[in-house]
């Protein structure tokens, strides 16, 4: 059974800093690996999608990496801003299936 | 530009009340999904539809039923609404045939049991 698992669940930095979420599979057949970002009562956002045969995927300040073998997800958010507070999560949708599994998010608050 | 288009946003039901949660989307997709989202738990995934004329359970479908009226549209029904179904609801769909499709959601639907 496929898990997804995101630490830390919260993270506070000051606004500049280049910080790295992280999310981890348990099982490497996946068909592909996106990250979203959730504001307080909206929906979730799509940020970056990473196919499975791909390492990784770039849109503006961020930068997503995707490593099978060892079941690892980062994304890289350079210089950051107030506005990048929201929670992230990392879904994957495994080979075969229609589904995709959701971690459940790393909280982040970026201080002025 | 609508997306995904969930209806009502907010609902209050009494326990053993039934309602319907409505979400359309105007991408041409072939899946559709039903998550629901707790603190603590993240989302799970109560149904999915691959295609216009199926659906399949999730990890939590028992109280739940679903139906795939056409391509755009995909409810879902709470038959006899317990305390237990409190969340907020999140209809999603991508398309299928695709690595590269993401995931798009709709803005949920806020619904407390009491």
């Known amino acids: 059974k496929q898990e997804v698992t995101q630490i830390p669940a919260a993270l506070s930095v000051p606004e500049g800093e280049n910080l790295v979420l992280n999310c981890s599979f348990t099982?490497?057949?996946?068909?592909?690996l996106q990250w979203f970002r959730q504001d307080p009562g909206k929906g979730l956002t799509s940020l970056l999608l990473?196919?499975?045969?791909?390492r990784e995927q770039t849109s503006g300040r961020l930068n997503a990496s995707l490593d099978k073998s060892s079941g690892r997800s980062t994304l890289y958010i350079a210089a950051s801003q107030p506005g990048d507070s929201a929670t992230y999560l990392c879904?994957?949708?495994?080979?075969?299936?229609?589904?995709?599994?959701f971690g459940t998010g790393t909280r982040l608050k970026v201080l002025a | 530009n609508a997306g995904v288009t969930q209806t009502p946003k907010f609902q209050v039901l009494k326990t053993g009340q039934s309602m319907t949660l409505q979400c359309a989307q105007d991408?041409?997709?072939?899946?559709m999904y039903w998550y629901r989202q707790d603190p603590g738990m993240g989302l799970r995934l109560i149904y999915y539809?691959?295609?216009?004329?199926?659906?399949d359970k999730g990890e939590v479908p028992n109280g739940y039923n679903v139906s795939r009226l056409n391509k755009r549209e995909f409810s879902l029904r709470l038959e006899s609404a317990a305390p237990s179904q409190t969340s907020v609801y999140f209809c999603?769909?991508?398309?299928?045939?695709?690595?590269?499709?993401?995931?798009?959601f709709g803005n949920g639907t806020r619904l407390t049991v009491t």
């Open positions: 999603a769909s991508s398309a299928a045939d695709s690595s590269n499709s993401p995931l798009h």
């Open positions: 099982d490497s057949a996946i068909y592909n």
């Open positions: 990473i196919q499975s045969s791909q």
């Open positions: 879904a994957v949708k495994r080979f075969g299936t229609y589904k995709y599994i």
């Open positions: 991408m041409n997709h072939n899946s």
């Open positions: 539809s691959a295609s216009e004329g199926t659906t």
